[in-house]
């Protein structure tokens, strides 16, 4: 049974820092790309980053493009976010996915975690 368990959400003050970890069993972690995704009340689903299979390709959303940092270390089976400058628009519950290849489109994705709630106060 693949799990997909998000970690290291909560509340922050505006500038503030968080680091989000997603850690899956059930699957071989180095076969499959992670992505992160959030959803704000009343939004849809929002792309927010993904990595590549060995971590060395990495593609951000414009709204998070030199705060935030996806990393994974496949020894662990662990993937990271790393958000840095929070802002209020930052707030949202924050999802991690595995699927088979690197995209923006939260329907190609094959597994997720149950989300992490992230709040930012102004």
């Known amino acids: 049974q693949v799990q997909l368990v998000e970690s290291g959400g909560g509340l922050v003050q505006v500038g503030g820092s968080l680091r989000l970890s997603c850690t899956a069993s059930g699957l071989t972690f180095s076969d499959y790309v992670v992505a992160w995704f959030r959803q704000a009340p009343g939004k849809a689903r929002e792309f927010v980053a993904h990595i590549g299979w060995t971590g060395k390709s990495t593609v951000y959303a414009d709204s998070v493009q030199g705060r935030f940092t996806i990393s994974r270390e496949n020894a662990l089976n662990t993937a990271y976010l790393q958000m840095n400058s929070l802002t209020p628009e930052d707030t949202a519950v924050y999802y991690c996915?595995?699927?088979?290849?690197?995209?923006?489109?939260?329907?190609?994705?094959?597994?997720w975690g149950q989300g992490t709630q992230v709040t930012v106060s102004s």
């Open positions: 996915a595995a699927g088979g290849i690197p995209t923006t489109r939260p329907g190609a994705y094959l597994y």
